[in-house]
C-alpha cells in the first residue's frame, strides 16, 4: 500500500526518501538502522494513535531538528477521496501535527486522520520480538480485531440477527446449564470455607462476541510455503547487489 517513504531526523536516519514496491526487503549490517525504518512506518500506521510517540532519544544525533514521517499511499483512500498518505511531525516541543496529505504531499481540506482513515490504512508490524500474538488478539487496534469488525460491518441486520438467535440458543441449551452447576458449586464451597452466603451470576456474552473469541487457524505447511517465497524474494534483491 506504501508507494514513498520519507523519514527526516528520526533516530540514525538523517534523512531517508525512497520508493517502495508491493514487496521489500531490508538488508544490512545489525544497528544499521532496519529496524528504525520499520519502527517509523508503525508510529506512524500501526494500532496505537502517535499520541506521545516520541522522546529525546529518538532526534538524530540527540540535536532537536524536527522529526518527520511521511507515507504516500498507492492510491487514494477510500473513505478520504483526497487523501493519499499520512504525516507526523514533531519538533520537540508539545507541537505535534498527525495530517492527512494528497498525491503531492500537501495537507488535505480536510487534515485531521479519523478512525476510518486509520483503519483503512492499517499495518500490521512484528517487531525484534516476533510478538505475533499481539496482532492475532480480538482487540480494537489489532488487524484481526479490524478483520472481526468488517465481518460484523457486513452482515446485513436479517443475517446478524439470525446469527444472535443460533447463538443465544446454543448458549441456553448447551453452557447453561454447566453455569448453572458451577454456580451452585462456587456458593457451597464459599459457604464452607467462610460461612457466607454468596449470591452471584454469570453473564453469558453477548451472541457477536462470538466473532470476537472465535480461533483463527494458520495451516503449517502454507505458513512454511509463504516464508520461503518471501526469503527467495529477498536473496534475489540482495544478489542484486553484491
Known amino acids: ?10 533516530r540514525s536516519i538523517r534523512r531517508l526518501d525512497i520508493e517502495l514496491k508491493e514487496l521489500c526487503g531490508f ?22 494513535w502517535p499520541t506521545d510517540p516520541f522522546d529525546d532519544k529518538d532526534f538524530y544525533n540527540y540535536i532537536k531538528n524536527p522529526i518527520k514521517i511521511e507515507v504516500r499511499f498507492r492510491r487514494f483512500l477510500r473513505t478520504h477521496s483526497g487523501c493519499k498518505g499520512f504525516r507526523l511531525t514533531y519538533d520537540g516541543t508539545n507541537r505535534r501535527e498527525y495530517v492527512a496529505i494528497d498525491k503531492n504531499g500537501n495537507e488535505c481540506y480536510s487534515k485531521f486522520i479519523n478512525t476510518l482513515m486509520k483503519n483503512e490504512a492499517s499495518l500490521l508490524y512484528i517487531g525484534l520480538n516476533r ?4 496482532q492475532l488478539r480480538s482487540t480494537k487496534w489489532t488487524i484481526y480485531g ?42 457451597n464451597y464459599t459457604k464452607d470455607q467462610t460461612g457466607i452466603d454468596l449470591e452471584f451470576e454469570f453473564n453469558t456474552l453477548d451472541p457477536l462476541q462470538v466473532l470476537k473469541i472465535s480461533g483463527h487457524i494458520f495451516k503449517k505447511q502454507e505458513l512454511v510455503q ?17
Open 131 to 134: 510478538t505475533s500474538d499481539v
Open 27 to 48: 538488508i544490512g549490517y545489525n544497528n544499521s538502522g532496519k529496524s528504525n525504518i520499520l519502527d517509523a512506518i508503525d508510529i506512524i500506521m500501526g494500532e496505537k
Open 226 to 242: 509463504w516464508t520461503w517465497n518471501l526469503l527467495e524474494q529477498v536473496f534475489k534483491v540482495r544478489s542484486l547487489y553484491q
Open 146 to 187: 479490524k478483520l472481526l469488525r468488517y465481518i460484523e460491518s457486513d452482515m446485513d441486520e436479517t443475517t446478524k440477527n439470525e446469527f444472535k438467535t443460533s447463538v443465544e440458543t446454543s448458549i441456553n441449551t448447551y453452557l447453561e446449564p454447566f453455569l448453572r452447576t458451577s454456580i451452585e458449586r462456587i456458593k
Open 1 to 10: 500500500m506504501i508507494e514513498r517513504l520519507i523519514i527526516e531526523n528520526f
